[in-house]
């Protein structure tokens, strides 16, 4: 079947398979290996990308669902200079990933909280992260760059 | 007054800016030209002979290229097991075939029977459906000590049992021990079970095995730790590929921790189906799949033993081990429960006698091998929780017990055949008392009890041998493998330089951590210096990165070929400034006259060694490159004090960490940062053991735990912040850097602080609870509470 939508600002269409996922289409219909598949389940929130601006796991969505839509993902995140967003610069001052791979995930996750949520507590970053695995980090610096991304002074509201 | 670049300083990793951007390059972002995909068929019973697997109708399914099965394979080599361990009677271990697909029986839920390459993962995956498997169902051997009974189905027809070794360390030390505890004022026992875990980075494993017919070279791009061993593991033992015919590539890796050390049977199949296919083919992993493939980790049931003197002196410890194997050996599984485990039963203590039994057994499971902290996880686990149940039968403070059993003098000699070269546990333990508020905890327990909670205090100690090496020790003892480090540095004639390492990133930092090393040496920016690794093609070989080594043997390796090329150039540069050699002085990135003000800039030298017209061509070679291979002398020894604090819900059994704290001694600190973060992730794993984790297997050796709806990985509301500092270093005193390596420290350290805490919790109020098993689930706690 055809669909076409918007992906991180431009018109993009293709040819899929009514089974095929959204995520499978973002990067193997359009190059968009960004976007990580760490589970089959729909636990681990690698996945993560945002559609109509709401933060879905893009392993759990059929590409099908997605036509029409505009479809945000971490490749879009950067200015087209490649100047990092302030929570993907967050992360990299704050060590908040090791191996890289959750970390997609992890930016689009706390996007979608920081739009909701500007200022959270560290519990309201722990939870709203509840479906976003790490296995690098212990999440202590993944928080604490979330912290930081939304204007917080860090030392106020985390530890060191 | 932090540095802000060199040794030392915390700059921020140069690697992130690909991996938050999306542009990171892991292995199932590569696609290459006309590839097939490959499904495996794989066993849905843990036991069984294969009558017959009838793949008719499934080859005529759309897209399907070929269908493999173990008949495809004769001929061809199994996965080899790459350490053997001699048993207590001087007999090598029981080693099994280990064939790439199942050839007569499947030994686990998960081995691999057929495998379908299409044109579609998609249609290779409907095509494997339409396989048909005759199995006949054989009783499956689950538990370990079933599996030594006499009458035990056996899951290797050829092998004598289901007994891999029975192994005795140190096996002339057996009978002084036995003496020691008989005639000790008090003997304190515990038996646990450090459960098997599943490593479970968040990449799941991927192959892309390629063949050119037109040169006869392969590729294969896949998800390891060390692109040079299965390059040699693969190329000489499997598939017979000499190895300057195969090419390796582990691009960017999505974590490790040791389950992508090993090499596995999807590896060998994408590279031997390329030629056979004559096109790429590419197996990428589902995380269930991944469940019932990766090797799985610790699995041993244990009885220990410590024996004290009148005055609280450690006298003897004596250990007894069930180590589950699984069904076949990884690749560096039988070293795990022996070497790595029994060389660490000194712990941080001066006693004067050890004794480690193991017996690793075969079992119809996923093979169990290395995972993050590797034996030493299990040896510290046993070791502190038996100190705390004899600090509570003595009535004594754990803390107080621990430090009188310290050793304080180094070198010191372990009974079990390591030397620990440094160390200062008081120090360490001083420090944790102070950035865990030790003092403060009474105040903490009195508000928790007041809002009807249970509080406790874990306190551990623990001691890993890693900066795994040297060769000639780990030859003595069943390594099959050298295990130094390699390093290549290529200076280009603009000065800029270019350092190969057979060390392996996997969210390690080494991008941003190397060059921190090398431009601290020769006194230049850390961005003139790029770290390419990941690639038989362009670095040396290496061993690659586990067991905490990429620094301490690695970063050594960079550190020997980083002098000869600061040699050469002093020999370029006494040339250019008619000087003698041994006048030459390197600072900050220039070459000059002692005592003088001649001088000449590094970029001058390196343009001359390039650019040689004015050049001692008869004295030294043009260029400037380097290669350097390093051996260490010994192990290095971190250790550490490690705290935790819970609070335990008495109507629920529920444990929720309140507070963790980790003083380490890591040697030297090249990137306090990468540091710390290493810490925190090996803490957050340690948390998940503690409290969360187990893969589990049903009776019939199903797996029940095989996604993550059933494995319960910590997530971010199970863990707090943690405290770490790392400031009481004592520098290794055998490699150039006194480094000691961290990467499996928090891992190794945690799990006892949790469950020691958690056990204090419930005395305090008032439960005579003395262990339980891990993880500690509400519903385990609760049961102990409650029995």
């Known amino acids: 079947m055809h669909i076409s939508l918007t992906v991180n600002g431009t018109e993009k269409t293709g040819e899929i398979e009514g089974r095929t996922l959204l995520s499978g289409f973002l990067r193997d219909g359009l190059g968009l290996t960004g976007t990580h598949v760490g589970c089959d389940t729909s636990q681990c929130g690698a996945c ?41 610069q967050a992360f990299q001052d704050h060590h908040g990933l090791q191996c890289g791979f959750c970390t997609p995930g992890m930016v689009m996750s706390a996007a979608a909280l920081l739009k909701e ?36 002074d860090l030392p106020a509201v985390a530890a060191e | 007054m932090p540095k802000d670049s060199g040794i030392g300083a915390s700059p ?46 499934a080859a005529a399914m759309p897209g399907v290229v070929r269908i493999f099965t173990g008949a495809d394979f004769e001929g061809v080599g199994g996965l080899p097991c790459g350490w053997q361990v001699t ?56 538990n370990m000590k079933a599996a030594l009974a006499d009458d035990a189905t056996k899951v290797h027809d050829d092998l004598n049992s289901n007994l891999c070794y029975d192994w005795g360390f140190i096996e002339e030390n057996r009978d002084a021990v036995d003496a020691a505890i008989k005639g000790a004022a008090h003997v304190t026992t515990l038996e646990l079970v450090n459960q098997r875990m599943v490593a479970n980075p968040m990449e799941p494993r991927v192959a892309v095995g390629e063949f050119d017919r037109g040169t006869g070279d392969y590729t294969l791009f896949t998800t390891s730790q060390n692109p040079h061993v299965i390059r040699l593991l693969m190329g000489a033992f499997v598939l017979g590929i000499p190895e300057h015919k195969l090419r390796v590539v582990a691009p960017d890796v999505g974590g490790g921790f040791g389950t992508k050390i090993f090499h596995y049977a999807e590896e060998a199949f994408c590279t031997f189906a390329a030629k056979a296919v004559n096109r790429p083919v590419k197996w990428t992993s589902s995380r269930s799949e991944a469940f019932m493939s990766d090797a799985h980790g610790r699995d041993h049931v244990t009885r220990i033993e410590l024996a004290l003197d009148k005055d609280n ?168 493998a050298g295990l130094y480090e390699s390093a290549t540095v290529r200076v280009n004639a ?26 601290e040496m020769i006194g230049l920016d850390e961005s003139m210096v790029e770290v390419v690794h990941g690639d038989t093609a362009t670095s040396p070989m290496g061993m690659g990165t586990y067991g905490s080594r990429s620094l301490a043997v690695g970063g050594s390796a960079i550190v020997r070929a980083t002098e000869k090329i600061i040699n050469k150039a002093k020999k370029i540069a006494a040339h250019l400034l008619e000087a003698a050699e041994a006048d030459i002085e390197l600072k900050d990135g220039a070459f000059s006259v002692a005592g003088t003000d001649k001088s000449v800039a590094w970029g001058d030298v390196t343009l001359a060694a390039y650019v040689p017209h004015n050049y001692p061509l008869d004295d030294i070679e043009p260029g400037l490159e380097e290669t350097a291979f390093y051996d260490p002398a010994n192990f290095t020894y971190p250790a550490g004090a490690y705290a935790c604090e819970v609070e335990v819900d008495p109507e629920t059994g529920k444990v929720t960490i309140e507070r963790f704290s980790a003083a380490d001694d890591f040697g030297n600190i090249v990137n306090p940062m990468i540091v710390s973060g290493q810490v925190h992730g090996g803490i957050g794993q340690g948390i998940g053991q503690a409290l969360l984790e187990q893969c589990v297997y049903d009776d019939d050796g199903q797996l029940l735990s095989a996604s ?63 262990h339980i098993d891990m993880p500690m689930s509400p519903a385990r706690v609760w049961a102990a509470m409650n029995a």
């Open chain 1, 48 to 88: 993560v990308v945002h559609v109509d601006g709401v933060a879905v796991k893009s392993c759990t969505m059929f590409a099908a669902e997605a036509d029409g839509c505009a479809v945000d993902t971490i490749e879009g995140q950067a200015a087209p200079d490649g100047t990092l967003n302030v929570i993907q």
């Open chain 1, 117 to 152: 949520n500007p200022k959270p507590t560290e519990a309201e970053v722990r939870a709203y992260l509840e479906g976003n695995l790490c296995r690098c980090t212990g999440y202590h610096n993944i928080v604490r760059a979330i912290l930081a991304a939304s204007g917080q």
């Open chain 2, 12 to 57: 921020k990793r140069r690697e992130d800016v690909r991996f938050l951007s999306g542009t990171g390059n892991y292995t199932d972002d590569i696609n290459r030209p006309g590839q097939a995909y490959v499904h495996f068929l794989r066993s849905d019973v843990a036991h069984g002979r294969l009558n017959n697997v009838d793949t008719s109708a």
């Open chain 2, 87 to 142: 048993d207590r009677f001087g007999e090598p271990m029981q080693e099994p075939a280990h064939p790439v697909l199942a050839q007569g029986k499947v030994r686990h839920v998960g081995d691999p029977i057929a495998a379908v390459v299409a044109e579609t993962p998609e249609q290779a995956r409907d095509a494997a459906e339409a396989i048909e498997v005759d199995i006949e169902d054989l009783p499956a051997v689950v």
């Open chain 2, 313 to 480: 002196n450690f006298v003897a410890i004596r250990t007894n081990t069930l180590a589950n194997m699984g069904a076949y050996l990884s690749t560096f599984a039988p070293s795990v429960p022996s070497y790595l485990h029994g060389t660490l039963m000194a712990g941080n203590y001066k006693t004067p006698n050890i004794y480690v039994n193991v017996r690793a057994v075969f079992t119809n499971t996923v093979p169990v091998d290395a995972y993050r902290g590797a034996g030493r996880p299990e040896a510290t686990f046993q070791l502190e929780r038996v100190i705390d149940k004899a600090a509570r039968e003595l009535n004594v403070d754990p803390i107080a017990l621990r430090r009188q059993n310290f050793v304080t003098e180094f070198p010191y000699a372990t009974p079990v055949a390591v030397e620990y070269d440094t160390g200062d546990y008081t120090a360490t333990m001083d420090k944790l008392e102070e950035i865990a508020d030790v003092a403060g905890f009474a105040e903490r327990r009195k508000k928790s009890e007041q809002a009807g909670k249970l509080r406790g205090l874990g306190v551990n100690c623990y001691i890993e041998a890693c900066g795994l090496a040297p060769s000639n020790l780990a030859g003595q003892l069943g390594a099959r």
């Open chain 2, 494 to 519: 603009t000065g800029g330089l270019v350092v190969m390492t057979g060390s392996h990133s996997h969210g390690q930092g080494h991008e941003t951590a190397f060059p921190q090393v090398v431009a």
């Open chain 2, 708 to 770: 993550y709806m059933d494995y319960a990985m910590p997530r971010a509301d199970d863990v707090p912040f943690y405290s770490v500092d790392h400031s009481c270093g004592t520098p290794c005193t055998h490699n150039p850097l006194g480094v000691k390596g961290c990467g499996e420290a928090g891992a190794i350290g945690s799990p006892p602080a949790v469950v020691n805490a958690v056990i204090d919790a419930l005395q305090s109020g008032g439960k005579a609870v003395d």
